[in-house]
């Protein structure tokens, strides 16, 4: 019997193979001249992973290791061949459990519990087990079974977690991966083979370690290890709040919801944050030559409603402060620069109008009576409305913005008199022990809801806005985070639940057609684990109102 034939269009050009061809053996050619490791394709639109195989005619894209989406493919396939072989050198019997919590560097920090201790003799033995399974280039199988019999095989595994969690999916079928004996979920693709990673490090690191990993733009070097200690201080403060709460997963924060509702959860996270911010406010008085309190932070880490809160706080130590928003010091749109993409940059310096913001600081300072500008981002235009503003001696201004860190922006001001403050949307939920939810999803989340409802930009358009934020992030925020005084960690380990309500009804909106539709799948699937909860008991001053609605402040 003949074979079939089937048409494929591929880098402009239309080839011909045989029905069940595999996507691996169609891209084996193109891997040589492909500028980074193609891990993953497009079919027609949808991802697919290079084991399956070709079924009809298709147009086929490539993904490799320096897009996104691949290098999370890279990132998450690393830890499953480093669960592996934690394993096979530790023995299960004395391995409790292994967790992936949050970024280091360019890598995500592990903790580990049992009889095995992870210093730098046993990491260089898993290290090398690692380099051994890489070398193997063994395949990373994915077989689908049902839900039962998954909670079944956690339980067996003592993966109590994993158990935990699809008690709560709806889904009838569940995806795992195994490489050899040892089996896993995974939240996302996997990659072919072990090949793929041959880029990695261990290094010992506080109570564990991290797991170093390349970054995107170059996906074949390890880049020195530089480990942010503030950062991290903030995110492992988090952590432990949440395993006080018996929150660390978000199975453990469905059984709360289910069991007892979400008031008492909210109102303690929401006390806690409040409690952090008087102690901020009551530093900045204690140093008592503060008259700019600097807050900056990236995009959706709820940078608005913390001045306004902490402008509270500073009122009930005696201070009189004033918010001021360096968004409404954005030049017309006109004339925001462009990125390399040709995109309009709005997260870079230049987008800011810096040198009338120097100046209208500084006649404050001196006492002056100053016209402010409102930012108009419906119509893109700079705007004097009348407000006006004039500091008395005990007036300090709360001044917010993505490059208040940056010294650059208020190069005219006196730098004793500057109390820098950086904000991040820090998630303290993992999905369970293996998958970590990545803060750069709570934000985009919470972005994707604030823009509807707030500047009339859809779920589709702001997904395709994110990578160039992510762009203006890594250059103007994050190299100057670790100059801050203090940090403040704006996430709330509720947050997703109730988000899910606002965002499922935006995402669906996506088309299958639309290249963000990828995007808007990933994140449907991923709010599938959360049960949901209203918003109706959330505080009008919490930091999720500047995103659903609701607040009590201007935001």
């Not at 991923?526 to 009590?552: K, Q, T």
Request: aromatic share 10%; glycine share 6%; with cysteine.
């Amino acid at each position: 019997m003949e074979q079939k034939m089937v048409k494929v269009e591929i880098m402009g050009e239309t080839r011909e193979y045989p029905a069940g061809t595999t996507f691996a053996e169609i891209v084996e050619p193109y891997q040589k001249v492909s500028e980074a490791p193609v891990i993953l394709v497009t079919v027609n639109g949808k991802l697919k992973e290079l084991h399956k195989k070709l079924k009809h005619d298709s147009r086929i894209g490539f993904v490799t290791t320096k897009d996104n989406i691949g290098h999370q493919t890279y990132k998450r396939s690393a830890c499953m061949i480093l669960l592996k072989a934690i394993y096979d050198i530790a023995g299960k019997e004395h391995v409790d459990h292994v967790v992936v919590h949050y970024s280091v560097g360019s890598g995500y920090y592990f903790t580990m519990k049992g009889s095995k201790i992870p210093d730098q003799k046993f990491l260089d033995q898993v290290k090398a087990r690692m380099h051994e399974i890489v070398e193997a280039k063994l395949p990373i199988e994915k077989r689908t079974v049902s839900t039962d019999e998954a909670i079944a095989l956690f339980h067996k595994h003592r993966m109590y977690d994993k158990e935990q969690l699809f008690r709560y999916r709806r889904v009838s079928r569940v995806n795992l991966y195994r490489i050899g004996t040892f089996e896993d979920y995974f939240y996302g693709y996997m990659a072919n083979h072990t090949g793929y990673i041959r880029w990695f490090d261990l290094k010992p690191y506080d109570e564990g370690f991290v797991l170093e990993l390349p970054e995107r733009e170059k996906p074949e070097e390890i880049p020195p290890f530089a480990p942010e200690e503030k950062i991290f201080r903030v995110q492992k403060e988090s952590q432990e709040w949440v395993e006080k709460l018996n929150i660390s997963c978000v199975g453990d924060l469905n059984d709360r919801i289910t069991k007892e509702g979400i008031r008492n959860i909210l109102l303690v996270q929401e006390a806690l944050q409040e409690a952090k911010i008087s102690n901020i406010a009551r530093k900045i008085c204690e140093t008592g030559n503060k008259k700019f309190v600097m807050i900056a932070g990236p995009s959706s880490s709820g940078k608005t409603t913390f001045s306004h809160r902490l402008s509270i706080q500073l009122t009930a130590h005696g201070m009189k402060p004033h918010p001021i928003a360096v968004d409404n010091y954005f030049v017309n749109r006109e004339h925001t620069p462009l990125d390399k993409y040709g995109e309009k940059d709005y997260e870079c310096l230049e987008a800011i109008d810096v040198e009338q913001f120097n100046q209208d600081m500084l006649a404050l300072l001196r006492g002056d009576k100053v016209e402010l500008p409102v930012y108009n981002f419906k119509t893109g235009q700079r705007e004097y409305r009348g407000d006006f503003l004039q500091l008395g001696k005990g007036d300090v201004l709360v001044i917010e913005g993505i490059h208040c860190l940056n010294d650059k922006l208020s190069y005219a001001l006196p730098v004793e008199n500057k109390f820098k403050i950086y904000i991040s949307a820090l998630t303290q939920l993992n999905v369970d022990e293996h998958n970590r939810i990545p803060t750069t999803d709570g934000r985009l989340i919470r972005r994707i809801v604030r823009d509807a409802r707030t500047r009339g930009i859809s779920a589709k358009d702001t997904i395709a806005r994110w990578p160039s934020v992510r762009r203006g992030e890594e250059a103007n925020i994050f190299p100057f985070q670790e100059q801050a005084d203090v940090m403040f960690n704006s996430a709330l380990v509720y947050e997703l639940a109730c988000l899910k309500l606002y965002a499922e009804p935006l995402l669906f909106g996506i088309d299958k057609k639309e290249p963000e539709y990828i995007e808007a799948k990933r994140l449907l699937k991923f709010f599938d684990y959360f049960v949901a909860v209203p918003s109706e008991d959330v505080p009008h001053n919490s930091i999720l109102r500047e995103f659903v609605g609701g607040s009590c402040f201007d935001v």
